[in-house]
T-cell receptor, first 113, second 112 residues
């Protein structure tokens, strides 16, 4: 069965540093991969999508890479701020409906001032 | 503000009771989804609907049913609730093939 693993449950970094979150998947070749942010008590919010034929995608301080050989995506937040503290979810499509996504368990990022 | 509306926000339910979680979207999206989120297990897809009149099973469909009578509404029904269905339920919709999801704020359900 498809499996997604995010590198750690929690990641603590200092303000101003770059946060790097990892998403690994097995047993599938997704056409695209998505990253979401979730704040406590709220629903996830879409951040970035990267397709299988794209190596890298950027949006402001966010950067996502997608290595289909390694079956891995890296999510970077540069110049991190305490407001970036949240749980970040990785999701891949697994076929069927256009948007059927399966998600990793998430990484809780804490940025300390 | 356009988006997904879920109701109720929170509910405590006795085991064996029937419960329907409501979800309405005003974005005219074709696809809609129900996920449950549990500590340590993440988000798991329960059921989905590609368009009005069609539904499909996700990763964890047992004990749940859905209907899609129109584009805007996608209710999730627990016919006979059990404690293992205690969870936070999120409804989502998607309007284009890449499947970017718009989520509601969730319904917290406790089954005693």
């Amino acid at each position: 069965s498809q499996k997604i693993e995010q590198n750690s449950e929690a990641l603590n970094i200092q303000e101003g540093k770059t946060a790097t979150l990892t998403c690994n998947y097995t047993n599938y070749s997704p056409a695209y991969l998505q990253w979401y942010r979730q704040d406590p008590g709220r629903g996830p919010v879409f951040l970035l999508l990267i397709r299988e034929n794209e190596k890298e995608k950027r949006k402001e301080r966010l950067k996502v890479t997608f290595d289909t050989t390694l079956k891995q995506s890296l999510f970077h937040i540069t110049a991190s701020q305490p407001a970036d503290s949240a749980t970040y979810l990785c999701g891949i499509n697994y076929g069927g409906s256009q948007g059927n996504l399966i998600f990793g368990k998430g990484t809780k990022l804490s940025v300390k001032p | 503000i356009a988006g997904i509306t879920q109701a109720p926000t929170s509910q405590i339910l006795a085991a064996g009771r029937r419960m329907t979680l409501r979800c309405t979207q005003d974005m005219r999206h074709n696809a809609m989804y129900w996920y449950r989120q549990d500590l340590g297990l993440g988000l798991r897809l329960i059921h989905y609907s590609n368009t009005a009149g069609t539904t499909g099973k996700g990763e964890v469909p047992d004990g749940y049913s859905v209907s899609r009578a129109n584009t805007d509404d996608f209710p999730l029904t627990l016919a006979s609730a059990v404690p293992s269905q205690t969870s936070v339920y999120f409804c989502a919709s998607s309007g284009h093939p890449t499947g970017e999801l718009f989520f509601g704020e969730g319904s917290r359900l406790t089954v005693l």
